[in-house]
């Protein structure tokens, strides 16, 4: 009964490929979101949606394209993937409510090569 | 949102307390301070957060000062579990769920 989970856990494929990560949450929660965790370790921000509305884009590739069902779905696909785009893609939700805190799912590690 | 400042690792020993700083001496009057942790191979774990009263949870105790410009993370009784890198993050608290994660502390617990 996992909160947030992400499938898969790991991801292998070819450059030039295009590839989806699902997340899924059992929360309730309105809010979902996708952050990178590039090979420096750093955790930044992708994209957040609210009740299947965009609501942050943080200047990703348009090669990046969340697609949210329904509100307890965020799928990411990618589009022509680059070596640049290895890294940990961590999805994650929250409560619309002001300043609540994120439920972060464990991560889906992508390797391009 | 404030930048924050935390050294780069610390070490506790196991059984003790962990006493992790944060400096965010730019911190606006409506930002507050949250803890994340990030243990090897998982997604981040929200540990507390607060606006200028001291907090406690039943994993950790947030001080922060009167002036608001630093604060602690109080982890009191350390376990090998407990090793991970912790994050100090000051955001507004709007709800766009957008976290500006530094490097953090990375913290690790000898037995």
Redesign the interface.
Known sequence: DTA?SQTPKYLVTQMGNDKSIKCEQNLGHD?M?W?KQDSK?????MF?Y?NKEL??NETVPNRFSPKSPDKAHLNLHINSLELGDSAVY?C?S?P????????????TRLTVT | DAKTTQPPSMDCAEGRAANLPCNHSTISGNEYVYWYRQIHSQGPQYIIHGLKNNETNEMASLIITEDRKSSTLILPHATLRDTAVYYCIVRVGDNTGKLIFGQGTTLQVKP
């Open positions: 947030v809010t979101y952050y370790k750093f955790l930044k921000i957040s609210n609501i942050i961590f994650a929250s619309h409510s002001a300043g609540s805190p994120l439920h972060f799912g464990n991560g």
